[in-house]
Nanobody, 123 residues
């Protein structure tokens, strides 16, 4: 059974930074793609960033240049460094794990999910 546990959310002012972490357990972490999604109140869950097992990355257009996804396979952990945060980044952020080495841009491509961590950006 794969378990994902997010941490690092919180309240930050616009322009500030946060780093989210997602610790994985239950299988060989390095072989699978990982992603971050987010869901704001009243909105659909949306893709934010993904990283393949080999390390290549992909981002939602609105976060390019501000967010960085990375992984530490030795620690079974994926990170999301978020800089220059904006109020519209406010959401619950979820970590997700795929069952393949390649990433997907929709939530249906991911088999495992964390419980989510709240990020609130004040203006």
């Amino acid at each position: 059974q794969v378990q994902l546990v997010e941490s690092g959310g919180g309240l930050v002012q616009a322009g500030g930074s946060l780093r989210l972490s997602c610790a994985a357990s239950g299988r060989t972490f390095s072989s699978y793609a990982m992603a971050w999604f987010r869901q704001a109140p009243g909105k659909e869950r949306e893709f934010v960033a993904a990283i393949r097992s080999g390390g290549s990355t992909y981002y939602k257009d609105s976060v390019k240049g501000r967010f960085t996804i990375s992984r530490d396979n030795a620690k079974n952990t994926v990170y999301l460094q978020m800089n220059s945060l904006k109020p519209e980044d406010t959401a619950v952020y979820y970590c997700a794990a795929a069952n393949s080495a390649s990433y997907y841009l929709t939530s249906s491509g991911y088999a495992y999910w964390g419980q989510g961590t709240q990020v609130t950006v004040s203006s």
